[in-house]
């Protein structure tokens, strides 16, 4: 089996910054596309970013300037670092990472359960 556990979330105030992080973990014989997906309320899932596994990165046009994706492949792990954070980017933030899983040898799509960011005065 393997999952994927999201942290650094949280309550920031407009201007500030965050990072989240994001592991992957199991019976894991390789990571593809690891990315960063949010739901603010009321509204559907959209992407924020994604980046392969040898650093190719997409990310939406209106976020470039704020937020940036990196990847550690030796610790599974994908960041999102936010900055000069606004109310609207309140949302829960869902990591999703395509992982061949080792034993089936299979490709799955994992998510993560999601960690919330609010950013409010």
């Known amino acids: 089996q393997v999952q994927v556990v999201e942290s650094g979330g949280g309550l920031v105030q407009p201007g500030g910054s965050l990072r989240l992080s994001c592991t992957a973990s199991g019976s894991i014989f390789r990571i593809d596309v690891m990315g960063w997906y949010r739901q603010a309320p009321g509204k559907e899932r959209e992407s924020v970013a994604t980046i392969t596994r040898d650093g190719s990165i997409n990310c939406a046009d209106s976020l470039k300037d704020r937020f940036t994706i990196s990847r550690d492949n030796v610790k599974n792990t994908v960041y999102l670092q936010m900055n000069s954070l606004k109310p609207e980017d309140t949302a829960v933030y869902y990591c999703?990472?395509?992982?061949?899983?080792?034993?089936?040898?299979?490709?799955?799509?994992?998510w993560g359960q999601g960690t919330l960011v609010t950013v409010s005065q």
């Open positions: 999703n990472v395509h992982i061949y899983e080792q034993y089936s040898y299979r490709w799955l799509e994992v």
